[in-house]
């Protein structure tokens, strides 16, 4: 599925630990990170995740999806597959994006907007989530 209309998104960066959250204009034009989660029960992220779509009038979320290097599903693409299943109750569509160096790309993004190492840790996977964001609108989902 590509990007095709005005709609505002909430784009998702799964982990263990913490999510990372960032969102787009209506046009698919500008991404930001918005925020980063720490993960606590699977019923209170999603009251946090309702929270944030319903604030932000979001009407799609897009899930960072993680693939090997060599385009394989690792461990962790499981755990992603169960949180999507759950997401699905918000009642707006779920679209996977390749998350493939991402972490990588929001790493430099933050160097070049001249974050400390401090503020780097802290919001990594927000900056994260704007990139899986960014990858929605320009390449559409897996």
Not at 8 to 26: F, Q, T, W, Y
Not at 34 to 42: A, C, D
Request: net charge positive; hydrophobic share 40%; aromatic share 4%.
């Amino acid at each position: 599925m590509r990007y095709n209309g005005p709609m505002r998104a909430l784009g998702l960066d799964i982990g263990a630990r913490n999510i990372g959250v960032a969102v787009s204009d209506p046009t698919g034009t500008v991404t930001r990170p918005l925020r980063t989660l720490v993960r606590t029960s699977l019923k209170q992220d999603l009251n946090a995740l309702r929270r944030l779509v319903v604030e932000n009038e979001a009407s799609v979320v897009v899930v960072g999806y993680p693939r090997n290097m060599d385009g394989s599903l690792g461990p962790q693409a499981a755990r992603v597959d169960r949180m999507i299943q759950s997401l699905q109750t918000l009642g707006l569509p779920v679209l996977k994006v390749d998350e493939r160096l991402s972490s990588r790309e929001a790493e430099q993004r933050m160097i070049e907007a001249g974050l400390d190492l401090t503020e780097r840790n802290r919001r990594r996977d927000e900056f994260a989530a704007a990139v899986i964001l960014q990858r929605y609108f320009e390449e559409g989902t897996l």
